[in-house]
């Protein structure tokens, strides 16, 4: 089935503690993208990747770094979260477009619950 | 600040009502996507546009593109319980270095009464 899949589904951490949010997909896609859903906010993405080993900032990359080392996976690692890191983060895939023109549909993953204490 | 703007926020409507929400983008878009989020769900596609004032219809939906690319519009025609969710429009400005970069709406909530 084709699907992208995010670990932990729910994390409670504290202040300053270390922790990495795993994005896998099973569709080889080039692309791969992680947001930040807050209330009255909508979907923010903080970084993406065209491909392996190529990433770029999002709109809120503040407090987050990225890596795609592999085409499947792409872990976001907050260094030293911070409470106003609280949020929904999705994880989302797709085919790249042509240049210029776009990619197509996104997958999102199942979405992580973080609160940082 | 916010790239791509959309109301309303909120809409509850009466079952067998219609329903339209709004986007605009304060620089031309390359393109814009639709995508559909449960409660507690995640967000799923829908429909994209490419083209300048390209209208394209899934059943009960009707998604439109504006002709200058600024602007999107999401219609639904006699709404269900089924239609309940948080609608987003997702914008992909023309930039050559950041075709790739996403812009989503803030989303319009949907409460359907039956």
């Known amino acids: 089935e084709a699907q992208v899949t995010q670990n932990p589904r729910y994390l409670i951490t504290v202040t300053g503690k270390k922790l990495t949010v795993t994005c896998s997909q099973n569709?080889?896609?080039?692309?791969m993208s992680w947001y930040r859903q807050d209330p009255g906010l909508g979907l923010r993405q903080i970084y993406y990747s065209m491909n392996v080993e190529v990433t770029d900032k999002g709109d809120v990359p503040e407090g987050y770094k990225v890596s795609r080392k592999e085409k499947r996976n792409f872990p976001l690692i907050l260094e030293s979260p911070s409470p106003n890191q609280t949020s929904l983060y999705f994880c989302a895939s797709s085919f790249r477009g042509v240049a210029g023109v776009g990619t197509d549909t996104q997958y999102f993953g199942p979405g992580t619950r973080l609160t940082v204490l | 600040g916010q790239q791509v703007m959309q109301i309303p926020q909120y809409q509850h409507v009466q079952e067998g009502e219609d329903f339209t929400t709004y986007c605009n983008s304060s620089?031309?878009?390359?393109?814009i996507q639709w995508y559909k989020q449960r409660p507690g769900g995640h967000p799923v596609f829908l429909i994209q546009l490419v083209k300048s004032g390209e209208v394209k219809k899934q059943k009960r939906l009707t998604f439109q593109f504006g002709e200058a690319k600024k602007n999107s519009s999401l219609h639904i025609t006699a709404t269900q319980t089924t239609d309940v969710g948080t609608y987003f429009c997702a914008g992909l400005r023309g930039q050559i270095y950041n075709f790739n970069k996403f812009y989503f709406g803030s989303g319009t909530k949907l409460n359907v009464k039956p």
């Open positions: 620089t031309t878009l390359s393109n």
């Open positions: 569709m080889n896609h080039e692309y």
